[in-house]
């Protein structure tokens, strides 16, 4: 498996009976695909869709019904599709029990910045988008992401130093590395992907983690 296939299997076991779920483009979408057996969710996408499935193969799609990063889905029986008002009225109105997005920087108080890349002096892009609204909106928040830059810099970090999309709202980050959980007491690691050692993750980690006595190892 690759580094997001890693992430977004890990991920996918948070899926829990019930749940309403947001997912955001990229890594969180895999995750859509990778909901364990037996296991029913209601997936959630903020440009208006309630109710949707996997991703769809190519003859099978339906250019009308695709996720927030615009990949093709397959509708699921009782599948709703709206405008954007409706669907941040549930995003806002604290119907969302998770929501699963991706970081460029995660840190260990729970902070997260995704929005915001400098490209000149004072000035960021792309833009927010909904991310402002799951962050504050949703029950539990879950970072998908890589554990470091292409360049090898660590993304979880003990400060964020990127302008934050919110603060403190971070529940548990997914790496191709580890799985934390941000807790009273500090970050936590929990597990470590197969393969990956608790000293692997320590050196590409910047945020000071808590190692418990006995660390799990992720199972897929």
């Not at 309403?20 to 996408?45: C, D, K, R």
């Not at 470091?148 to 810099?153: A, N, P, Q």
């Not at 302008?163 to 936590?188: N, Q, R």
Request: proline share 5%.
């Amino acid at each position: 498996m690759n580094a997001k296939e890693i992430i977004a299997k890990r991920a996918a076991q948070e899926f829990k009976d019930g749940m309403v779920v947001n997912l955001g483009f990229g890594i969180p979408i895999l995750a859509g695909n990778n909901i364990p057996e037996g296991v029913n969710v209601t997936l959630q996408s903020e440009n208006g869709m309630l109710n949707f499935g996997a991703t769809a193969p190519i003859g099978e799609d339906d250019p009308c019904m695709c996720s927030a990063g615009g990949a093709p889905i397959k509708e699921l029986a009782g599948c709703s599709v709206f405008n954007l008002d409706t669907s941040f009225l549930i995003i806002r109105g604290g119907h969302v029990d998770m929501t699963m997005l991706g970081a460029l920087e995660v840190d260990q108080m729970g902070n997260i910045a995704n929005w915001a890349m400098p490209y000149g002096e004072g000035k960021y892009g792309p833009g927010m988008g909904g991310a402002m609204d799951l962050l504050a909106g949703a029950k539990k928040v879950l970072v998908t992401t890589t554990h470091t830059t292409k360049g090898g810099d660590s993304k979880i970090l003990k400060k964020c130093t990127l302008p934050l999309s919110a603060a403190g709202v971070v529940k548990v980050i997914v790496t191709e590395l580890a799985f934390m959980e941000v807790t009273e007491e500090g970050l936590v690691l929990k597990e470590v992907a197969p393969g990956v050692s608790v000293e692997e993750v320590l050196a590409k980690t910047e945020a000071e983690l808590i190692v418990p006595e006995n660390v799990g190892v992720m199972k897929f």
